[in-house]
């Protein structure tokens, strides 16, 4: 008897669906691996992106370095370091809503293209008050807070600006390869940095950075960019900033995620405020040795990035948080006990690794499980969390430090982010289900929309 309309249907599906899977577990060699680590550079735009992003970032961790160098050579204060860090990254937590819905009312590129040469401007006017003699703490303070107000524009306008570049179907590789450049330049930028300010200077540094970002306004300025319409059209600016804090805390699983990005960026992340004390009193490196660490750093956050620029689809990316927020902690805690500069300096790989990939993994299941008309405000969120705690962090750890001591300090940060892990870990399995619909729902799996719906679940 011949098949029925719904019974030939069946089949077809089922055949779909195994062919999919067929094709997904064909070896490398029939699909390049590098391929698919790399297949957001296909779009010109992203091109454009990188190209100009590689330099100018080199120059932003060069200027990192350097300022952080000057603090300490000018005060000798871990408390002043961390008030510096405190006056860059504070201005993101209270603006950040702010330049969440800027990125989703206004053109996103011309957003991006105005923060930059905002960024740039402040990096000239750094290296001018460095290479006169006339630089002083407060100075420096102020250019920081400006910069801080830039980002809180620039984060959420930069990730909100990814699907602009690529489209939804490479949004996930975009980021992963986001993040493998900046932490590339991570490794390149602090090298430099600690020869130059060993050598002639942290003025120079600044200028460096100052310069490059002519490479990312030029690339900018190339893009050929199809704006979407404003995605938030409705409501006052004050209707749409709620609008997305309301979708982050009635959201389980996204709400989750930024909770444990919160807590490990206020406990763990100030480790790199007090990191120009640990290259000179504790291992005895100086400002060269203070960039070797921060170089090592960067290749451990090099490698997260570039494992996670070569998978497909999103699912295990829960499970991946819990582990990298914990692998950090331990991370941590070891480095804070080492005495030795070159151990000192093989344990910041994992920390970086680790950091990488719990940053870049809730970055990609976030951005997964955000409708398109949301994207710049729950960033905004998002950046609140990375970037905005982290200067609450770091003053807290330059009070710590100067009672108790760095090391103790960034001991103690470690504990806390394992506890984190454990909660997170314990909490993200009763959401799966809604983690799951939620990344469905936007058509961003990153891989057969098949597979992901056969598979158990996303985390």
């Known amino acids: 008897m011949t098949k029925n309309f719904w019974e030939s249907e069946r089949d077809l599906l089922a055949s779909t669906v195994q062919q999919e899977k067929q094709e997904f577990a064909r070896p ?37 370095v350097a300022q952080s160098w000057l603090v300490y050579r000018m005060t000798g204060s871990a408390l002043l370091l961390g008030t510096v860090g405190f006056a860059s990254q504070i ?8 330049g969440g819905i800027v990125a989703d009312r206004q053109n ?11 960024s740039m401007v402040l990096a000239a006017i750094l290296a001018l008050l460095t290479l006169t003699g006339r630089i002083q703490v407060w100075q420096i303070m102020a250019i ?26 490479d949004l996930l590789n975009a980021i992963a390869l986001n993040s493998s450049m900046f932490n ?8 430099i940095a600690g020869i130059l300010v060993a050598s002639i ?26 704006h979407p319409a404003n995605l938030a059209n409705q409501g006052s600016p004050l209707e749409n900033i709620l609008e997305g804090f309301a979708f982050v805390r009635y959201t389980g699983p996204v709400r989750a995620i930024l909770l444990l990005l919160g807590v490990v960026s206020f406990v763990g992340m100030p480790y790199a405020v007090l990191m120009p004390v640990f290259a000179d009193k ?18 451990g956050a090099l490698l997260g990035a570039a494992s996670l620029a070569a998978r497909v689809g999103v699912k295990g990316l829960g499970k991946l948080i819990a582990l990298s927020a914990g692998g950090f902690g331990v991370s941590l805690i070891l480095f804070s006990f080492s005495k030795i500069f070159w151990l000192s300096t093989i344990l910041l790989l994992p920390v970086g690794l680790t950091m990488m990939v719990q940053m870049a993994s809730s970055n990609t299941l976030i951005q997964a499980m955000v409708p398109d008309k949301l994207r710049g405000r729950v960033m905004s969120v998002y950046s609140m969390m990375f970037m905005g705690m982290a200067p609450l962090g770091a003053l807290s750890a330059g009070v710590v430090a100067h009672h108790l001591g760095a090391p103790w300090t960034v001991a103690m940060g470690g504990v806390a982010c394992i506890a984190a892990a454990v909660w997170f870990g314990r909490y993200m399995p009763t959401l799966r289900a809604k983690t799951r ?17 056969t598979s158990r679940g996303l985390s």
């Not at 201005?91 to 702010?98: D, S």
């Not at 504790?282 to 290749?299: D, E, P, S, Y």
Request: net charge positive; aromatic share 8%.
């Open 184 to 191: 590339g330049a991570r490794i390149i930028g602090p090298a």
């Open 437 to 453: 619909d939620l990344v469905l729902a936007q058509g961003l799996t990153g891989g057969s929309p098949a597979q992901e719906i």
């Open 28 to 64: 490398a060699s029939r699909k390049s691996r590098l391929g698919l680590a790399v297949r957001a550079l296909r779009h010109r735009n992203f091109q454009l992106f990188f190209a100009g992003q590689a330099i100018s970032l080199i120059g932003t961790w060069m200027q990192t």
């Open 282 to 299: 504790i291992l005895h490196g100086g400002a060269r040795g203070l960039g070797i660490l921060m170089g090592a750093t960067g290749v």
């Open 108 to 118: 996103r590129q011309r957003v991006v293209i105005g923060t930059q040469i905002a």
């Open 91 to 98: 201005p993101v937590f209270i603006m950040a809503p702010i």
């Open 144 to 169: 920081a807070a400006g910069l801080g107000v830039v980002n809180a524009f620039d984060i959420p306008a930069r990730q909100a600006f990814l699907i602009d570049m690529v489209g939804r179907e």
């Open 201 to 226: 200077g942290e003025g120079w540094c600044f200028f460096a950075n100052a310069v490059s970002y002519i490479a990312v306004i030029v690339g900018l300025l190339l893009m050929r960019i199809k």
